[in-house]
């Protein structure tokens, strides 16, 4: 089944703990990318990726970090967490850049 | 800035009838346009896109119009049904091959 994988779903922490949300995708696509969801401000792009090796920042990179070593996988790294990076985070893929995207299913981040 | 806007935030339609899903953008470089349903705990998933060279792409129940003069597109779901109920984003693609996204709107279908 062709999906988007992401880990953990949900995470509670505490301010500067560094942590590393998981994506993974089967379906060989070359574009990967990570989204928040806020409320009011819908879906807003972190870091992008086209494909290994090769990443370029979002709208609201600041503070998070990414890799993309191999093309199915693109973890997010958050090196110090705040709480102003609570929210709702997503990850997708997709054939081509910014085409049809596919979601994972969401991971809800709350830092205390 | 927000340059894809969801003016309306909730909206709710009688099961049956039409429903109509507006939204507006500033930058007329966008050249792809999209849009998402989500549903709740669940990853949004694509509905329906359209080029900026046409005005109408239909799929089914979904027909999405494309006004480029006005900067607005809009998803038409007809007939609306309760598993319709979803948050739905609209999405436009732009320089650098981003894709921005609205604020969402949350459509309720009544049975």
């Known amino acids: 089944e062709a999906q988007v994988t992401q880990n953990p779903r949900y995470l509670i922490t505490v301010t500067g703990k560094k942590l590393t949300v998981t994506c993974s995708q089967n379906?060989?696509?070359?574009?990967m990318s990570w989204y928040r969801q806020d409320p009011g401000l819908g879906l807003r792009q972190i870091y992008y990726?086209?494909?290994?090796?090769?990443?370029d920042k979002g709208d609201v990179p600041e503070g998070y970090k990414v890799s993309r070593k191999e093309k199915r996988n693109f973890p997010l790294i958050l090196e110090s967490p705040s709480p102003n990076q609570t929210s709702l985070y997503f990850c997708?893929?997709?054939?081509?850049?910014?085409?049809?995207?596919?979601f994972g299913e969401g991971s809800r981040l709350t830092v205390l | 800035d927000q340059q894809v806007k969801q003016n309306s935030p909730s909206l709710s339609v009688q099961e049956g009838r039409i429903s109509i899903l507006n939204c507006d953008y500033t930058?007329?470089?966008?050249?792809?346009f999209l849009w998402y349903k989500k549903y709740p705990a669940e990853g949004p998933t694509f509905l329906i896109s359209?080029?900026?060279?046409?005005d109408k792409n239909e799929d089914g129940r979904f027909t999405v119009f494309l006004n480029k003069s006005a900067k607005h597109l809009s998803l038409h779901i007809v007939p609306s049904q309760p598993g319709d109920s979803a948050v739905y984003f609209c999405?436009?693609?732009?320089?650098?091959?981003?894709?921005?996204f609205g604020a969402g709107t949350i459509l309720r279908v009544k049975s």
């Open positions: 997708a893929s997709s054939v081509w850049v910014a085409g049809e995207l596919f």
């Open positions: 379906m060989n696509h070359e574009y």
């Open positions: 990726s086209m494909n290994v090796e090769v990443t």
């Open positions: 930058n007329s470089m966008f050249d792809y």
């Open positions: 359209i080029s900026s060279i046409k």
């Open positions: 999405a436009a693609r732009g320089y650098g091959n981003k894709l921005v």
